[in-house]
């Protein structure tokens, strides 16, 4: 639940205190009376944060990091089958209010994470993980780097990296008539779920002013326009990295530059395309393939040297 995604011109010192800087949180690994399994020890559970960190501070450019508490593991006053009707806010509230007792007060940390084992029933069914949009909280049915660094990138603010299938239209073109596949971009963490080098799209990284409009280049006519890889760990002042071209009243192109996939020889010499948000991608960007229908799929979405590519309805 939340807000969605914020745009671009929304950068704000608001806002970017909340994108921005240490962010403390507690991680909450709990059991219940029913069940005493351990969802994830604490030796792995402070490795993954130790990752998770990694992940944001390296995407953000050093303007974030996380530092990560880890608690006992607390056991929920309530057995798995009354959460599994009360529902995930239920349990949230009594892990917040069981890790007080245990002397860990959420209200001293700016996000925070509940990990346990999976709990049967609609309310927890089809999903690892749950979080807040723009807000503290995130649920966990096991645990993992990726899907950690996913939820926490709804916390900062970010909805889903979707790609949009042209199956439908027989591939015809990459962007014609399709379908909005919700975490469909096998390249960011908000669709992949993978963490390490699956770092937000350049979009996304606008949206967290981890990119700010100055390091963006519009491209409004005919010209030569440069950017640079943005999955890189610092960026350097007066560089583009990632250019927009308006696609229609809804949307943006975006065209960024990705380096960390080095097996990758469409991506090491080519460049991806995504869309902004429209009101068919679910608040998310949509990662446009640009030789749909061959038989690598989405591995080879990006525009290489040499080739063109045309939006002629736009």
Known sequence: GGAGPLAATAQSAGNDRWTHGEKTLLYMRLNFPDDLTEPVSEANTSGQMVDVNAFYAEGSYDQTWITATV??????????????????????????????????????????????????????????????????GVWLQGS?????????????????????????????????????????????????????????????????????????????????????????????????????IRKDFQRDYWVEFRQSFKSNPWLQYGVLL?????????????LIDTTPGTPRGRTDAALVVGRTFSDRQA
Not at 79 to 94: C, E, F, Q, R, V
Not at 99 to 124: H, K, M
């Open 274 to 286: 995504n869309w902004s948000p429209f009101n068919l991608s679910k608040g998310g960007s949509d």
């Open 71 to 136: 608690t006992p593991l607390l056991t929920l006053p309530q057995i798995k089958a009354w959460y599994s009707t009360a529902g995930a806010g239920a349990l949230l509230t009594d892990a917040r209010a069981t890790a007080r007792l245990a002397g860990y007060d959420t209200a001293n940390y700016e996000l925070d994470i509940v990990c346990f084992t999976s709990v049967p029933g609609t309310n927890f069914s089809g999903w690892a993980g749950l979080a807040y949009v723009h807000g503290k």
């Open 144 to 244: 993992g780097v990726g899907v950690t660094a996913h939820e926490l990138g709804h916390n900062y603010g970010l909805l889903h990296a979707n790609f949009w299938d042209t199956f439908t239209n027989n591939y015809t073109s990459g962007v014609g008539m399709g379908t909005n596949i919700e975490y469909g971009n096998i390249y960011d963490t908000m669709g992949a779920a993978s963490g390490g080098d699956n770092q937000f799209n350049a979009m996304f990284k606008n949206f967290l002013d981890w990119l700010p409009n100055t390091a963006i280049t519009e491209a409004t006519s005919n010209g030569v326009y440069r950017i640079y890889p943005f999955d890189v760990p610092s960026r350097e002042p007066g560089r583009a990295y990632a250019a927009t």
